[in-house]
């Protein structure tokens, strides 16, 4: 019966071997604060979380419909469209959206819009 005890044991070794190297690439979300965020960014942060995120990672682009959203502010125009890459213009494409997206100008005011773009400009 030993035998099989010690079979056992090792095969649930090696299953928490995988588990816990499978986990490894899997990055902790941080907190507003780890981030600095001000309190616009943090409210921007959760419209992000909350309408965005579905289609655009924040940090890449990786298993999503949309591109990253990494550093949007940093080009001088829009990955996809050639747009420049300043508010007024991501503004109206959260409100009326834009060929695959979706307009979210119903659903958002636009303080809400405002705060959402004062979070991405820390991505």
Do not use: W
Request: glycine share 10%; hydrophobic share 35%; charged share 25%.
């Amino acid at each position: 019966m030993m035998p099989k005890v010690k079979g056992f044991s090792l095969f649930l070794c090696g299953l928490l071997a995988v588990l816990v190297l499978a986990g490894c690439d899997v990055e902790r979300r941080k907190s507003d604060a780890e981030l600095g965020l001000n309190a616009q960014q943090a409210a921007g942060r959760m419209l992000y979380d909350n309408y965005c995120d579905r289609c655009h990672e924040p940090y890449s682009s990786r298993g999503k419909k949309g591109p990253s959203m990494k550093g949007v502010f940093k080009r001088q125009y829009l990955e996809l469209s050639g747009l420049p890459a300043n508010d007024d213009r991501i503004a109206d494409i959260v409100k009326y959206g834009r060929s695959k997206m979706e307009g979210f100008g119903q659903v958002m005011t636009d303080q809400q819009i405002k705060d959402l773009i004062a979070y991405m400009h820390t991505l």
